[in-house]
């Protein structure tokens, strides 16, 4: 049998994932996995909100619309767009990476530049899709690179990953303003913005107003529902969201309907906005104090945030990931998610500091 190959790698994430669990299975000791990007600080309370969801309904148990149910999709326009969108220009993905891959396989460009410290998954998604990749140093050199750029497209996640770097709105609009003018595609991914903005953030509806950027967005961060696979897609480019649409359909035949309806209420019902809400105070809260904490302690790596502040999930800390797992800590070396930086990434770990604030400080008060 001939099997063509991908060229892509399982994510180094998961094998630290696997190598922790077999520690504990061996220790007896609980580690702290800080390695992987999912909000630990609470799970969000859906007992209310699945109360009313009748499961015999004919909108979970049959093939949901292609593009997504109309009622989320006007819903998350409301939500996301201030209701000055479409749910025309609306797609439901199945999660996050599914949208980016759909838009990363159906966008014509020569290569896409990512920032010198990326996600893992967009070089990986790359591979498997044949797309070249380039990479910039950072949002302010963008500018200057515009004749550069010319007939490729340019990926902005903020609050970012592996850094969750925060870069200012005005400045970073007036940027991707600029490299809209000047036709050059721009993917916003920025699944974890609404864990610490509401629905009167109107960073989206700006966006919007910009015909050559798409927003990719996902519910696994803002909600805390990785495991429901759920995102969507905004494009007010009508060629664009059609052939999405095509692929769409023939991917997936329709995503998840009880994700789709979950999700509605969270958006729209009064126990659903009440669950989101607590989730996302909880979160943030936590988050902060963790991101506070390591400064105090001088454990991050403040080099990373000259031109930016350190908000999303994710930072980076002057210790090495072998360092951490001395403590009983789950990272990721900075080396796995840059190309050109390696030697220097190397002497950093990348964490997630979405977790309960007193077992986080328990754990790195060792830490020396």
Not at 140 to 150: A, C, G, N, R, V
Request: aromatic share 10%.
């Amino acid at each position: 049998m001939e099997i063509k190959k991908s060229g892509a790698a399982l994510s180094k994430i998961v094998q630290i994932g696997e190598k922790l669990k077999k520690l504990t299975a061996e220790t007896g000791q609980e580690y702290l996995p800080l390695n992987r990007g999912v909000n630990a600080v609470v799970n969000i309370d859906l007992r209310e909100v699945v109360a009313n969801m009748d499961f015999n309904s004919n909108d979970i148990q049959v093939y949901p619309p292609g593009p997504g149910f109309p009622a989320l999709r006007q819903a998350i326009n409301d939500e996301y767009f201030g209701g000055k969108s479409s749910p025309d220009n609306i797609l439901i993905s199945a999660g996050g990476m599914n949208a980016l891959d759909l838009v990363v396989q159906t966008v014509g460009m020569g290569k896409l530049y990512l920032p010198v410290y990326y996600w893992g998954c967009y070089f990986q998604m790359l591979t498997v899709r044949g797309i070249g990749n380039a990479e910039y140093m950072a949002q302010s050199d963008l500018e200057s690179m515009i004749p550069e750029l010319k007939g490729n497209a340019v990926l902005i996640c903020d609050p970012g990953n592996p850094l969750g770097e925060k870069y200012d709105d005005e400045q970073q609009f007036a940027l991707i303003k600029k490299l809209n003018d000047a036709g050059i595609v721009v993917f916003f991914d920025s699944p974890y913005r609404r864990i610490f903005y509401d629905k009167t953030d109107n960073y989206y509806q700006r966006l919007m107003a910009l015909e050559n950027v798409i927003i990719t967005e996902s519910f696994s961060k803002s909600v805390g529902l990785s495991g429901q696979r759920l995102g969507f897609i905004h494009t007010t480019n009508k060629e664009l969201h059609d052939e999405l649409e095509i692929r769409l359909m023939y991917c997936t035949n329709g995503v998840n309907a009880f994700a789709q309806q979950l999700i509605l209420r969270l958006l729209t019902t009064p126990e659903g906005i009440r669950a989101a809400s607590d989730f996302k105070a909880a979160t943030a809260r936590d988050i902060a104090l963790n991101i506070e904490y390591l400064k105090q302690r001088g454990l991050l790596a403040e080099e990373y945030y000259h031109a930016s502040t350190p908000t999303g999930i994710f930072v980076v800390v002057n210790r090495t990931e072998e360092e951490l797992l001395a403590h009983r800590i789950g990272s990721v070396s900075l080396s796995f998610f840059t190309k050109s930086q390696k030697e220097k990434a190397s002497k950093f770990a990348r964490i997630c500091v979405s977790a309960p604030h007193r077992k986080f400080v328990e754990y790195f008060d060792a830490v020396q």
